[in-house]
Nanobody, 122 residues
Framework: VQLQASGGGSVQPGGTLRLSCTAS????????VAWFRRAPGKEREAVSC??????????FYADSVKGRFTLSRDNAKNTVHLEMNALRPEDTAVYYC??????????????WGQGTLVTVSS
């Protein structure tokens, strides 16, 4: 069972990156998936989340990324993408993906991917 985050890199302000969170050993489509980030010297921050547990997709975006970041599923590839547009220097951080689920029996499971570094700088 593994969660793999990828797609980080260095871009100039205003640029675009697409992060990917790919699961192996379990079906990511059954899980809520969230992206967090930790900037240097700051607390970890929730960036975005998708949750389909109620039968329809619910999305969360932090105020700081609304209108710029978009989360989407690619169930065929067992992957969730975070499209990041109009990037700002303050978006510089290590980004982590998380997958979690509460089973019908009430058991909670969560997996973390390794971080992927996003650097926005001119």
């Amino acid at each position: 069972v593994q969660l793999q985050a990828s797609g980080g890199g260095s871009v100039q302000p205003g640029g675009t990156l697409r992060l990917s969170c790919t699961a192996s050993g379990f079906s990511l489509g059954d899980y809520a998936v969230a992206w967090f980030r930790r900037a240097p010297g700051k607390e970890r921050e929730a960036v975005s989340c998708i949750d389909d547990s109620d039968g329809y997709s619910q999305y969360f975006y932090a105020d700081s990324v609304k209108g710029r970041f978009t989360l989407s599923r690619d169930n065929a590839k067992n992957t969730v993408h975070l499209e990041m547009n109009a990037l700002r220097p303050e978006d510089t951080a290590v980004y982590y993906c998380n997958a979690n689920i509460v089973s019908d029996e009430g058991d909670f499971s969560a997996y973390w991917g390794q971080g992927t570094l996003v650097t926005v700088s001119s």
